[in-house]
T-cell receptor
Framework: DAEITQSPRHKITETGRQVTLACHQT?????MFWYRQDLGHGLRLIHY???????NKGEVSDGYSVSRSNTEDLPLTLESAASSQTSVYFC????????????FGDGTRLSIL | RKEVEQDPGPFNVPEGATVAFNCTYS??????FFWYRQDCRKEPKLLMS???SGNEDGRFTAQLNRASQYISLLIRDSKLSDSATYLC???????????FGPGTSLSVIP
């Protein structure tokens, strides 16, 4: 069955370190998204991609970057981790049309000490 | 005004009860609508799409009112397993306008 997987599921790191979270989908979806979710906030969009070599900033993109070198993967990089980036991160994908829903990975719980 | 707003909750209902959630949106150009459920910090999962004519999936009924800019979710015969947070999602034509509501928490009590 097609799926979307995130790794690692949990990570603890120190401030100032570079961290990369992986997202891999086998749906062959063009669109991929990264969100963070914090207590007291809903899902907030970090970056998204419409296809290979396309990336766009979302609502809370500062301190994050993504690259899309193939259809299946959209890794999220924290350039220099900050404690404010401690959160749960969700990756999602969707087919090409805006009317198609997004499907989410299991999430990555990231703690920055 | 927030782009997508939901009933504040939490809703605590007994098993077997009927419960309804509303979600209002501010962008009249919004084109597609969904309800997701999210269990205790797990990933959001699609519950159902919301169509203009309204749609039903078992115990769940979704309605869209474009004139008043709201969508609703009705759950009949609530089960303990329905306990979750329900997220309303509104899409405009462009992907950077995929807006998730803050969610409404439901607890079904034995």
């Amino acid at each position: 069955d097609a799926e979307i997987t995130q790794s690692p599921r949990h990570k603890i790191t120190e401030t100032g370190r570079q961290v990369t979270l992986a997202c891999h989908q086998t749906w062959n979806h063009n669109n991929m998204f990264w969100y963070r979710q914090d207590l007291g906030h809903g899902l907030r969009l970090i970056h998204y991609s419409y296809g290979v070599q396309d990336t766009n900033k979302g609502e809370v993109s500062d301190g994050y970057s993504v690259s899309r070198s193939n259809t299946e993967d959209l890794p999220l990089t924290l350039e220099s981790a900050a404690s404010s980036q401690t959160s749960v991160y969700f990756c999602a994908s969707s087919a090409g049309h805006p009317n198609q829903p997004q499907h989410f990975g299991d999430g990555t719980r990231l703690s920055i000490l | 005004r927030k782009e997508v707003e939901q009933d504040p909750g939490p809703f605590n209902v007994p098993e077997g009860a009927t419960v309804a959630f509303n979600c209002t949106y501010s962008n009249s150009a919004s084109q597609s609508f969904f309800w997701y459920r999210q269990d205790c910090r797990k990933e959001p999962k699609l519950l159902m799409s919301v169509y203009s004519s309204g749609n039903e999936d078992g115990r769940f009924t979704a309605q869209l009112n474009r004139a008043s800019q709201y969508i609703s979710l009705l759950i009949r015969d609530s089960k303990l397993s329905d306990s979750a947070t329900y997220l309303c999602v509104v899409n405009s034509a462009s992907y950077d306008k995929v807006i998730f509501g803050p969610g409404t928490s439901l607890s079904v009590i034995p």
